[in-house]
């Protein structure tokens, strides 16, 4: 049974830093691009990061622009998200997810997504 599990979530205050991981196991993710969402309190689920399979490609929301980093192991099995500069909007649930594949103008909507974990919580005080 394929499973996607964050971690790395917690409170940090605004300026800060964190960096969630994605485990994945249970089945092989060989050509699956990956992503990250977020979903705050009263708010629908939006679209943060993505990178391909490669790692070469990745795409970002503009509020995280230049801010947050994705990367991935495919060796471990595993995918990153480095949070630099948070701010007190960034404050949300932070969800990985899993593709079949990339593509540009799609990469973005959550219903592309296949596989998704459970979700960890982020949250950035002022």
């Known amino acids: 049974q394929a499973q996607l599990v964050e971690s790395g979530g917690g409170l940090v205050q605004a300026g800060g830093s964190l960096r969630l991981s994605c485990a994945a196991s249970?089945?092989?993710?060989?050509?699956?691009?990956m992503g990250w969402f977020r979903q705050a309190p009263g708010k629908e689920r939006e679209f943060v990061a993505a990178?391909?399979?490669?790692?070469?490609?990745?795409y970002y929301a503009d509020s995280v622009k230049g801010r947050f980093t994705i990367s991935r192991d495919n060796a471990k099995n595993t995918m990153g998200l480095q949070m630099n500069d948070l701010k007190p909007e960034d404050t949300a649930v932070y969800y990985c997810?899993?593709?079949?594949?990339?593509?540009?103008?799609?990469?973005?909507?959550?219903?592309?997504?296949?596989?998704w974990g459970q979700g960890t919580q982020v949250t950035v005080s002022s």
């Open positions: 997810a899993a593709r079949q594949n990339w593509q540009w103008g799609l990469i973005r909507y959550q219903s592309g997504y296949d596989y």
């Open positions: 990178v391909s399979w490669t790692g070469i490609t990745t």
């Open positions: 249970g089945r092989t993710f060989s050509g699956y691009a």
